[in-house]
T-cell receptor, first 117, second 110 residues
């Protein structure tokens, strides 16, 4: 079974630009969550999508947005990039269903390392 | 706001030593997970604990969930250099939201 894939793995942008990151979940998983990881703040939850709908949202500004497609693949967009957006962006997939914790065990992709200059 | 506090933040030990990492919260979680992350990679799930008081063993790693389901610990026996990494605990809420601790960075010296 293929794992979670994220593209691209590395990205360099300049302030003010926008960026789109992509995540393909494990086959059969309907939930995709996005996290930002920085040395100072740790893993911060951005949002979670389930069946094309945003189900949960973290405390990030509106410059961070996402969407999920009918095949469960997800994209995350950051507009008007700031230096502080430099981070490792991780996506995680799970079944996302009620019925027990194993349905919500998250499996992470390798991340996209975004550097904003 | 639900928070998970991990301690210690950093740990540097010699090969063969034992260690315990703690994960504490004032909130109750439906389950708690432990992950290990290596540099440049995503976290890898080690274990999920569900029942208060539950103990799970994975070779030299022992995970315990507190009776009140608010805290957890990870104990590593006879640490090896391959255990080096960032250990993260994560609590699952009833609303399908996962809260992560800040992590414990472990370095095991040969």
């Amino acid at each position: 079974k293929a794992g979670v894939t994220q593209t691209p793995r590395y990205l360099i942008k300049t302030r003010g630009q926008q960026v789109t990151l992509s995540c393909s979940p494990i086959s059969g998983h309907r939930s995709v969550s996005w996290y930002q990881q920085t040395p100072g703040q740790g893993l911060q939850f951005l949002f979670e999508y389930f069946s094309e709908t945003q189900r949960n949202k973290g405390n990030f500004p509106g410059r961070f947005s996402g969407r999920q497609f009918s095949n469960s693949r997800s994209e995350m967009n950051v507009s008007t990039l700031e230096l502080g957006d430099s981070a490792l962006y991780l996506c995680a997939s799970s079944m996302g269903l009620a019925g027990g914790p194993t349905y919500n065990e998250q499996f992470f992709g390798p991340g996209t390392r975004l550097t904003v200059l | 706001t639900q928070l998970l506090e991990q301690s210690p933040q950093f740990l540097s030990i010699q090969e063969g030593e034992n260690l315990t990492v703690y994960c504490n919260s004032s909130s109750v979680f439906s389950s708690l997970q432990w992950y290990r992350q290596e540099p440049g990679e995503g976290p890898v799930l080690l274990v999920t604990v569900v029942t208060g008081g539950e103990v799970k063993k994975l070779k030299r790693l022992t995970f315990q969930f507190g009776d009140a389901r608010k805290d957890s610990s990870l104990h590593i026996t006879a640490a090896q250099p391959g255990d080096t990494g960032l250990y993260l605990c994560a609590g699952l809420t009833g609303g399908f939201k996962t809260i992560f601790g800040a992590g414990t960075r472990l370095f095991v010296k040969a």
